[in-house]
């Protein structure tokens, strides 16, 4: 059966596709494709409209009230990179890139928030996870989870009000004043799938505010942490891990973040003290252990496990920073049981 040839017509589109404002990024020359984010123009430390699925943003803060024995731990998501429904359907996306809708990570918002008082007058151990209606904008950058709420003002600080849902009836109003006026600064960490920002915006501040529980209110005075990530791909997937340590005190901050995948890539230093924010060298996994466990500007020890679970657990240990008393906080998101050795490794006291 011999069958005639069939004449194909070049179509001709009625209008042309509407791109996002952001110029558009490619890997092909003369092939321009949607971006995944839009970096923000006016501040880094804004919001960057994460179109790609399977893509995180967050943005974390932690304040220290040594007087009160108090840690607080909040961190504010879009796209809640744990979420086992959001990285289930990221998969069958996968799978079926063209018969399954792509999760967005403005449909998976979550607040994560941790709360450990060690004072025996005032025990508290709350950690959960509250997740709702989300509204974000970048200018000025205001998130608002159902109560919880964080937002920036014209002076540079963050203004944190954080209520809990459970039994406790934990409610705070916090605010994070910058204690240098250091610009933002954005490490590009590449382990080989995605592109993955982490902005270190203020690794120093002063905290202040109120503490209200059913049996007291407390007045809230200490030091604190914040820093944002950005990614265009879920994190720790298969073999990959994600650790961020820092250890901080009124005056300075170290921190180090590692994010491995198909390449592993180096981890990343930020120093923050009175003089400038700056990126150390890239450091190798040993080189941070050496730095950590062999030198004397940093000392940990005494181990608090904040909470843990079948994918990710979160340290708080007290710590000296050279001489001086200071907070040192890790989390590791790690697929069992490669978080096994990674946890053994970098979160073990110095002896």
Not at 33 to 40: L, Q
Request: net charge positive.
């Amino acid at each position: 059966r011999v069958c005639s040839p069939v004449r194909i017509q070049p179509y001709s589109s009625p209008a042309a596709l509407p791109l996002p404002s952001a110029p558009a990024h490619s890997t092909i020359p003369g092939v321009p494709t949607i971006p995944m984010f839009n970096p923000p123009l006016a501040h880094p430390n804004a919001a960057h409209d994460i179109y790609a699925p399977g893509g995180y943003e967050w943005w974390h803060f932690a304040a220290i009230d040594p007087l009160q024995q108090l840690t607080i731990l909040a961190t504010f998501y879009r796209g809640y990179i744990l979420d086992r429904q959001y990285l289930r359907q990221y998969r069958r996306y996968l799978r079926q890139p063209t018969r399954r809708k792509p999760p967005a990570p403005a449909d998976f918002p979550c607040l994560a928030l941790r709360v450990l008082s060690t004072d025996s007058q005032r025990p508290l151990n709350i950690t959960e996870r509250a997740t709702g209606p989300l509204h974000l904008t970048s200018s000025p950058l205001h998130f608002a989870l159902n109560a919880n709420v964080f937002s920036q003002h014209d002076d540079g600080a963050y203004h944190l009000h954080l209520h809990s849902q459970g039994r406790e009836g934990f409610t705070a109003d916090l605010t994070f004043t910058p204690s240098f006026p250091h610009p933002p600064l954005t490490n590009i960490l590449t382990p080989g799938a995605g592109e993955h920002r982490w902005i270190a915006a203020a690794p120093n501040c002063a905290v202040r505010g109120s503490i209200s529980i059913p049996s007291s209110n407390i007045s809230f005075s200490g030091f604190g942490y914040h820093d944002h990530h950005v990614g265009t791909r879920p994190i720790a997937l298969g073999n990959g891990s994600f650790t961020l340590a820092r250890a901080i005190t009124p005056s300075r901050a170290l921190a180090f973040c590692r994010l491995t995948g198909p390449q592993n890539s180096p981890s990343t230093l930020v120093e923050s003290d009175a003089l400038s924010l700056r990126s150390a060298p890239a450091l190798s996994h040993r080189d941070w252990i050496t730095r950590v466990h062999r030198t004397s500007d940093i000392r940990i020890e005494q181990l608090t496990l904040l909470s843990r679970n079948r994918y990710s657990a979160h340290f708080e240990y007290d710590a000296t920073l050279e001489g001086q008393p200071a907070r040192a906080l890790c989390d590791v998101i790690a697929p069992a049981p490669a978080g096994g050795q990674l946890l053994a490794d970098i979160l073990a006291p110095s002896a």
